[in-house]
């Protein structure tokens, strides 16, 4: 969704501004800005479209100054134009601001501000914000500021300059992250940390209904009724290097390649003397009977596999929902009931509002998350962290494959717990999950030509589709939204044995059906699909053990994985060369995978 920046101090503005928005861009985007504060005034450049054509105008028009804001937009109220575009002014020109997240009430302050004479120039509602700023403005921005967040329903960061307040940048946030960098008599605000390098060394992160004004000096924070608030800073621990690609051509190869360093990190990371150890999540894990998991997208793929491993594991009874859904049901709970909010970002609106939802009724929430400053992570009672590292490219990989370890990992604590798992019992399964980096690091070396070679043949097919049953239907699920999302091509997950109720009318000798075949209690069931589909043409690609006669006789293509000593980690080494299928699929159709269209990395809006 939408990136904010912001730098005031020594350097020149607009060249630490557009760092900092490439750093955003992953966050998806279609149009991008900035205003500079100098001699009295505020310049403003706009540009729609990707941020080369924002860097082009500032070649040719260049905006000097050492105070600034800066925004990539991701289109809500009003098309990618280069009017929608923020930085947003008031009309004299004397207050600019960038915004994330929504006005619910806009149309209702447009209405009472265009009757006091202002004249909107944008279809988006972040132009009531300057109009509304500016009519309560006498000379104390924060008093502005803090009387027109007083009037803004919804969710919102924002960043504020003033013409006549040179080297101050005044901020506030209510449901959308803000954070504040300090650098060497410099200060710097981004809605995500990578934007705060390299010349941040230090973080706060704006607390909830907090306005900030920041100076090359310092911070000053107050919450919205205007009592202060102490400016917590903490070192910033991850690197420049750890989000830039490396060698690779994009955030996604780099990514999908960290897989195995990922999982060895997870899973050393709850082992003591050879022994599990619990996170500290402040619960009694012997208590809880039922579960509830909330996710969206892949997120919600990787707790399709972590309800298997509970209810096979732990005997707990599981349930697994969709966060837009659960949120606006009236879910039932009792005094054993865990949520669980399963989240890359930890920004996720929808998974953010189920997380509220279900500690308003005082359900505990662990929240399982890659990024450990997020909101998500701060809000629930417990937290699980992914340990993942950055992950900047919009299709979730090691995200996805450190989600299911860690629900692994929490299945078998529950277990622990519960007195249902026996000394041996943990040593095999820790054993099985201690053989997952490796075997992963096989797989994607194993899969690759084949990968490669079957995209070459099937980047033109129009659709495609993957079956699988047990744990691989999640793969199946997964599989698919990488395809879509990154290489545009209709695909559709089902669970194998459904196909024939129906999907099956799709098979053509020009569909592409990936049947996901480990060797488990169910790849008798799934020879049987294979057949069904090569009775009917289809193009047939197995995901499947390397060297297996049987799938082999019967497929187009066979991409080969590593097995598992236990079959419930399959899932995990199933999804790698599909995630490698996606990529490549994505390159020869000329997608841009890091980026795809009309999408966001952090979806912070209903
Ligand atoms: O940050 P989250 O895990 O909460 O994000 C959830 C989904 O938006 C995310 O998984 C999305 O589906 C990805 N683009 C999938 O690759």
Same mark, same amino acid.
């Given at each position: ?19 900092a ?19 009295? =005034? ?41 009017c ?39 279809e ?14 006498t ?6 500021i ?7 329903e919804?969710? +919102? ?19 959308s ?19 705060l ?66 999982l ?41 596999l972590?309800?298997?491993f ?17 949120? +606006? ?84 604590q ?23 980096p ?43 939204l ?5 290489? +545009? ?30 060797? =488990? ?7 049987s ?6 009775a ?29 000593a236990?079959h419930?980690l ?12 996606? +990529? ?9 995978? =890091? ?11 209903e």
């Amino acid at each position: 969704m939408c990136g904010i920046a912001g730098y005031t101090g020594p350097k020149e503005a607009d060249s630490v501004l557009t760092v900092a928005l490439e750093r955003l861009k992953y966050r998806g985007y279609d149009s991008a800005g900035l205003a500079v504060l100098a001699e009295g =005034d505020v310049g403003i450049r706009r540009a729609p479209g990707k941020l080369k054509n924002l860097s082009d105008l500032l070649a040719a028009k260049p905006l000097r100054g050492h105070t600034g804001i800066g925004h990539t937009r991701w289109a809500t109220h009003g098309a990618p134009t280069e009017c929608n575009a923020h930085p947003h002014t008031s009309n004299d020109g004397k207050v600019a601001v960038v915004h994330n997240g929504i006005i619910e009430n806009h149309e209702h302050l447009r209405r009472e501000l265009t009757a006091k004479g202002c004249i909107f120039r944008s279809e988006t509602d972040t132009e009531t914000i300057p109009h509304l700023i500016a009519s309560l403005y006498t000379g104390d921005p924060l008093a502005a500021i803090r009387a027109a967040v007083g009037r803004l329903e919804g969710s +919102y960061s924002l960043a504020v300059v003033f013409a006549d307040k040179p080297g101050h940048i005044y901020a506030a946030r209510q449901a959308s992250p803000l954070l504040v960098g300090k650098g060497k008599r410099e200060m710097l605000l981004a809605s995500d940390l990578p934007a705060l390098l390299p010349h941040a060394h230090q973080v706060c992160y704006l607390g909830e209904g907090e306005i900030a004004d920041l100076t090359p000096e310092g911070i000053e924070l107050w919450s919205f009724d205007g009592t202060p608030v102490t400016a917590a800073f903490a070192p910033i621990e991850i690197t420049a290097e750890a989000v830039s690609k490396g060698d690779f051509d994009s955030f996604m190869a780099k990514e999908i390649a960290e897989q195995p360093t990922v999982l060895a990190r997870l899973v050393d990371s709850r082992l003591r003397a050879g022994r599990l150890v619990e996170p500290d999540l402040g619960l009694d894990l012997k208590a809880v009977n039922h579960i509830v998991f909330l996710g969206c997208g892949t997120s919600w793929h990787a707790a399709l596999l972590g309800k298997r491993f509970l209810e096979a594991l732990a005997r707990v009874h599981v349930e697994v929902d969709i966060s837009s859904e659960y949120r +606006y049901r009236n879910p039932i709970a009792s005094g054993d009931t865990l949520v669980v909010a399963i989240s890359q970002s930890g920004e996720t609106a929808d998974t953010l509002a189920g997380l509220r939802l279900a500690r308003a009724k005082f359900i505990p929430v662990v929240g399982l998350v890659n990024v450990v400053t997020s909101t998500i992570a701060r809000e629930s009672s417990g937290m699980m962290p992914l340990l993942a590292g950055p992950e900047i490219g919009v299709a979730s990989t090691k995200a996805y494959t450190a989600q299911v370890m860690a629900m692994y990992l929490f299945a078998l604590q529950v277990a622990k717990a519960k007195g249902l798992l026996s000394l041996a019992q943990e040593e095999s399964a820790i054993a099985a999950a201690l053989l997952i980096p490796e075997l992963a690091a096989r797989t994607l070396a194993l899969c690759e030509a084949e990968v490669a070679e079957a995209a070459d043949l099937f980047a033109s097919a129009h659709a495609t589709v993957f079956l699988g049953r047990g744990g691989e239907h999640a793969t199946a699920l997964e599989g698919a939204l990488k395809l879509k999302e990154i290489a +545009y091509v209709h695909a559709v997950g089902y669970p194998a044995g459904e196909f024939k109720h129906g999907p099956i009318a799709l098979v053509t000798n020009q569909l592409p059906v990936v049947c996901i075949c480990p060797k =488990d209690a169910m790849y008798e069931k799934m020879l049987s699909n294979l057949q069904e589909v090569r009775a009917r043409a289809g193009r047939i690609i197995v995901v499947g053990e390397q060297g297996d006669r049987a799938l082999q006789d019967l497929s187009d293509h066979l991409f080969p994985v590593a097995t598992s000593a236990d079959h419930m980690l399959q899932p995990l080494l199933s999804i790698l060369p599909l995630q490698r299928y996606a +990529y490549h699929v994505a390159r020869r159709r000329d997608c841009d995978v =890091d980026q795809p269209r009309n999408l966001a990395k952090s979806v912070t809006v209903e």
